[in-house]
Structures are given as structure tokens and as C-alpha cells.
Antibody
Framework: QVQLQESGPGLVRPSETLSLTCSVS??????????WSWIRQAPGKGLEWLGS???????DYNPSLKRRFTISVDTSKNHFSLKLSSVTASDTALYYC???????????????WGQGTLVTVSS | DIQMTQSPSSLSASVGDRVTITCRAS??????LAWYQQKPGKAPQLLIY???NFESGVPSRFSGSGSGTEFTLTISSLQPDDFATYIC?????????FGQGTKVEI
């Protein structure tokens, strides 16, 4: 059974960098053709795909984040991470990590999710 | 970005009812749409994609259809476990985008 678990600070100050980690069990972040992804849900809003890391190391990011977002992977720890720089109050959200599988070539649907971690941006 | 609009935003139904939820895309997405179920305090759970391929374990009372810009998720006979929010996602073009959700409540 694949399981994902987010971890990281629940409070980040404006203009600082948000860092979260997603620990994966039951699968390997460098095996198979999966998209290791971050998705967030701001209070009262819909889901927003932030970016994905393909098993080959290729990354895709949502252009709306204006290059503030980075995904990296640590295969020795079987986890992947998110860094979002220059955060503002609008980055306050429930952050999910998820595994995407290719529904069609190059495009994922998300079949396993973490439970989510709430991040608040406030001074 | 492709905008996904779901209707209704919420609906009231009873056990045994047939329920239909609509998801409209701001441009054609062929048939590249998925549906998720989300219960309060839980992560979304993949139900259907492409748009009628079932994820493992999804009951047959769920069905998906549509192509182009209009899609539907149908629950043929609503069960108590089905009261939840349903969310569509397009994967036709970057960035992948989601609908706002339709809450199915009693």
C-alpha cells in the first residue's frame, strides 16, 4: 500500500521560504513512471496543482507560481520536497503531496495523496 | 489556463437518488478528465478518469461520460458513503486544473 506523508512547519513568515517534505512508503520515488506532485487548497478555494517531479528527474511547474517553486527529490530517504520562496498570505493553504500516474502520455491523474498539511503565512 | 466549472456547487439528495454532476471546461479537453471524491478532512480520492475508466475499488454505481467541454459524473443510486464533495480535473493541457467542487449532501 502506497502512503505519502507531508511534514514541515505550520507557520511561515511573509517573504520567507516555505519548505515541506513528502515521505513515501510502499513505493520508490525513482522507480516506475510516476509524477511526484504537490497540490494545494487555499481556504474556501479549489485545488491548485503546483508542480510535479517525474521519476526521470524532469520537473514541471505551474506558471502561476512565477518561478518561486522548486521540487527536489532525495532517493536515499525516499522523499521529495517543496520549496516556495517569497511567500505571502495568499500562499496560506492545505498542502498535499500526491503520486500521479499517467492517464495519457505526459499527463497525470493523482491516485495516492498525503493527508495534507496546513501552512499559514503570517507574521 | 483551462478553467473548470462545476455545477451545481452543491445539491441535496437522498439515499437511492440518481445524482448527476456537470463539469465544463473553458476549451476543449478531448476526453482528458478525471473525477475525485473528497470527504471532510480527507484528501481527494481518484474515482474515474479518461473519463470513464474506473480506479480500482470504485463502485459501479459511479459513471463518467463526456468529451470536448462538457462532462458528467453520475451516481446511479446514492449511498450513505457517497455524501462528499466531487471534484473534476483536466489533464489536457498545462497547468493541470481542477473544478471548484460539488458538495453532495443530505
Amino acid at each position: 500500500q502506497v502512503q505519502l506523508q507531508e511534514s514541515g512547519p505550520g507557520l511561515v513568515r511573509p517573504s520567507e521560504t516555505l519548505s515541506l517534505t513528502c515521505s513515501v512508503s510502499g513505493d520508490s520515488v525513482n522507480s516506475g513512471s510516476y509524477y511526484w506532485s504537490w497540490i494545494r487548497q487555499a481556504p474556501g478555494k479549489g485545488l491548485e496543482w503546483l508542480g510535479s517531479l517525474y521519476s526521470t528527474g524532469t520537473t514541471d511547474y505551474n506558471p502561476s507560481l512565477k518561478r518561486r517553486f522548486t521540487i527536489s527529490v532525495d532517493t536515499s530517504k525516499n522523499h521529495f520536497s517543496l520549496k516556495l520562496s517569497s511567500v505571502t498570505a495568499s500562499d496560506t493553504a492545505l498542502y498535499y503531496c500526491a503520486r500521479g500516474k499517467a492517464a495519457i502520455v505526459g499527463a497525470p491523474v493523482f491516485d495516492y495523496w498525503g493527508q495534507g498539511t496546513l501552512v499559514t503565512v503570517s507574521s | 489556463d483551462i478553467q473548470m466549472t462545476q455545477s451545481p456547487s452543491s445539491l441535496s439528495a437522498s439515499v437511492g437518488d440518481r445524482v448527476t454532476i456537470t463539469c465544463r471546461a473553458s476549451q476543449s479537453i478531448n476526453k482528458w478528465l478525471a473525477w475525485y471524491q473528497q470527504k471532510p478532512g480527507k484528501a481527494p480520492q481518484l474515482l474515474i478518469y479518461n473519463p470513464s475508466n474506473f480506479e480500482s475499488g470504485v463502485p459501479s454505481r459511479f459513471s463518467g461520460s463526456g468529451s470536448g467541454t462538457e462532462f458528467t459524473l453520475t451516481i446511479s443510486s446514492l449511498q450513505p458513503d457517497d455524501f462528499a464533495t466531487y471534484i473534476c480535473q483536466q489533464y489536457s493541457d498545462y497547468p493541470w486544473t481542477f473544478g471548484q467542487g460539488t458538495k453532495v449532501e443530505i
